[in-house]
């Protein structure tokens, strides 16, 4: 059970966290509340879907090609829809929202309602302390980690992470000292869509894949992002893994606890937010102050 | 007398009414749609209009929060779901006729605004969105967790109709739709002389630091906007569970939650009207294409369609972009102006510079 807990936990919590990392960078750098992240990580698992179905015999090429692909369509959603309404930020907000509904019921047309899967990328299971663990548990979560790392690297040592993090900090400053704005928001949000491409190639072979996934992640996504401050990126990875493993012990530890799943993430956020407001690790500026 | 009555009452039509647009095409509206019944009974036509009606209570109550007070709800179904299955609950085990329900149903929004408030009150923005957001999932939980209660994923079915009639039923959710949206018009209008609520709210919207510092005990007018804004959200939940005759937990879904959004910002935020333009363009529309058959399937596609285009070229509304188009505001004396005017109606001044 408890090896069961911790698995999960850490599978989930590391899904969540390459989520909440995107999410955080963009509404960190842009400024705005993304909804349609999580159908871009909804879209990304039907790609893979289908291109796996195709081409069955180049799994690691398909998976390959599936992230850049995520990280288009963001962008390609920034520079078509939310530039122009950039100002209006409940505007952006509802269009996000759109374009989230829009996928869903494309994805609803095309594939029907069904849970589908997606067939291991390394077949077999090992027995580790009398319980077997998929391989795929293993490599799933060895790239949320590698992810996890490569991200916080590339935030912190390379210049458009500096670039991204300025201009969350302080947009105007950073227009001050050349920073073109309008490229690293951009930017920020092509690498939410490849995170979020990320995410869903390491999450497909273990989850269901259908239509409507992307409302209950983007819930948990949302509460992770808050849970550890909005725009803070360690705060959205402790966040994560919080979430991550209070989901898993809920499920398995309560009677009927897969009723509760969504709502125990939106519980923990709540009871913080109201303890804590800026969150665990969220900045308090001074007009933000009630 | 009665002839002088009437002569009033058509000076104040000619002066008030007609000169401004966008009551001619209010006025327009509301009659139109208080005769819809003598042109057609059509099964479906009635049952959209009549969740229209009532969909438009609710979404004027997310814009009163949130556009108006600024408090941001992403939560709004909390209020409708919870008051929808109160109203359930009390016409079920108790045995309540509906317009006691619907009472009880309002009374328990105000109590659950009073609940929404508590964050409010050290949360804002995003923040407070986000836990407003939590509610009505939290609410679901339990509702699954206690099915005995609550019927579970079924729902409480089998409840008294609003009326006997489909006609009757339009009528009197049209009827209580026109009450609230004028309460929520009179107590959202800024240049109000009876009730100071539209400047106070607009002010904690604006700048709640500054509110407070000129005197105003913004929690009091936030607790207020919650409270209000709960009880009109109640009313049409209540509504909806007796119209529809079942209350089920789609009625605490999240995409419920949204929606008042969607229909608000589409039509305009911080107005009034802007949610009734929402509702009756946005949702009659995509209903009203779902009378084919085929067409079940594009639904949300085409709302989702609509939305982008609409908010790409017109990010205020489709409501606020007519009315710049067709009217002006007296720089002066603040009252609307036919747009070709040179002067105001009313104190003369010149109305572009």
Not at chain 1, 109 to 130: C, D, K, Q, T
Not at chain 1, 187 to 194: D, F, N, W
Not at chain 1, 245 to 253: A, H
Not at chain 2, 184 to 205: E, P, Y
Request: hydrophobic share 55%; aromatic share 12%; with cysteine.
């Amino acid at each position: 059970m408890l090896r069961m807990i911790l698995i999960t936990g850490f599978l989930n919590g590391g899904v969540f966290a390459i989520l909440a990392i995107g999410f955080s960078l963009v509404f960190g750098a842009a400024k705005i509340l993304n909804l349609s992240h999580t159908a871009i990580y909804m879209a990304t698992a039907f790609i893979l879907f289908t291109a796996v179905n195709w081409f069955h015999h180049h799994v690691l090429g398909v998976v390959i090609l599936a992230i850049p692909i995520s990280g288009l369509l963001a962008m390609f959603l920034y520079m078509l829809l939310i530039d122009r309404v950039k100002q209006h930020q409940t505007v952006v907000m509802i269009i996000s929202l759109a374009v989230a509904i829009l996928f869903q019921d494309v994805g609803l047309l095309i594939f029907g309602g069904n849970y589908r899967s997606i067939s291991n990328y390394i077949p077999g299971y090992m027995e580790v302390m009398g319980i077997r663990v998929l391989y795929q548990y293993f490599v799933s979560i060895a790239a949320v980690f590698l992810v996890v790392i490569a991200t916080c690297l590339m935030l912190y040592r390379t210049t458009l992470g500096k670039a991204i993090r300025a201009v969350s900090d302080d947009m105007e400053a950073a227009t001050l000292v050349g920073i073109n704005v309008g490229s690293v928001c951009l930017m920020a949000m092509g690498l939410s869509g490849v995170l979020a491409g990320i995410a869903a190639v390491v999450a497909a072979p273990l989850t269901p894949v259908y239509p409507l996934m992307w409302m209950h992640i983007l819930l948990t996504v949302l509460a992770a992002v808050v849970l550890g401050g909005l725009g803070s990126i360690k705060g959205s990875i402790i966040g994560s893994f919080i979430l991550g493993f209070s989901e898993s012990c809920v499920v398995f530890l309560v009677p009927n606890g897969a009723f509760l799943k969504g709502a125990v993430a939106i519980l923990v956020m709540m009871v913080i937010l109201i303890l804590k407001p800026e969150g665990l690790f969220g900045v308090v500026f001074e007009e933000e102050r009630l | 007398m009665i002839i002088k009555y009437f002569l009033l009452l058509f000076r104040i039509f000619r002066k008030e009414i007609a000169a401004v647009p966008g009551r001619l095409i209010a006025l327009t509206f509301f009659t139109f749609i208080l005769f819809l019944p003598a042109i057609t009974t059509h099964h479906h036509i009635l049952r959209v209009l009549t969740l229209a009606a009532l969909f438009t209570i609710y979404a004027a109550s997310w814009d009163f929060l949130s556009g108006f007070a600024g408090q941001l709800s992403l939560g709004h179904a909390g209020f409708f779901g919870l008051s929808a299955y109160i109203a359930a609950a009390a016409n079920l085990y108790l045995g309540f006729s509906p317009w006691a329900t619907i009472f009880l149903a309002a009374i328990g929004g105000v109590l659950i605004g009073l609940i929404f408030a508590l964050p409010a009150l050290r949360l804002r923005g995003f923040y407070l969105g986000l836990v407003t957001l939590g509610f009505p999932i939290v609410l679901l939980g339990l509702i699954y967790v206690f099915p005995d209660y609550t019927g579970g994923e079924m729902g409480l079915y089998g409840l008294d109709g609003l009326t006997c009639s489909l006609v009757l039923d339009y009528y009197v959710v049209v009827l209580i739709m026109i009450s609230s949206l004028f309460v929520m018009w009179k107590l959202t209008d800024v240049n109000s002389t009876i009730v100071r609520t539209g400047v106070v709210l607009q002010a904690i919207r604006e700048d709640e630091i500054t509110a407070r510092s000129s005197g105003i005990n913004t929690t009091m007018y936030k607790l207020l906007a919650f409270t209000t804004s709960g009880f009109f959200a109640g009313i049409s939940g209540g509504l909806y569970a007796h119209y529809m005759k079942i209350t089920g937990p789609s009625t605490l879904d999240i995409f419920l939650s949204f929606l008042p959004i969607l229909w608000t910002i589409f039509g305009g935020m911080s107005t009034i009207y802007g949610s009734v333009v929402g509702v009756y363009v946005l949702y009659t529309f995509v209903e009203l294409i779902a009378i084919y058959e085929w067409a079940t399937e594009y639904k949300y596609i085409c709302l989702a369609l609509i939305l982008i285009t609409v908010l790409l070229f017109m990010p205020d509304g489709i409501g606020v972009w007519v009315r710049d188009k067709i009217e002006v505001t007296c720089p002066r004396c603040k009252l609307g102006n036919l747009a070709n005017r040179q002067t105001c109606r009313s104190c003369k001044a010149p109305l572009r510079v």
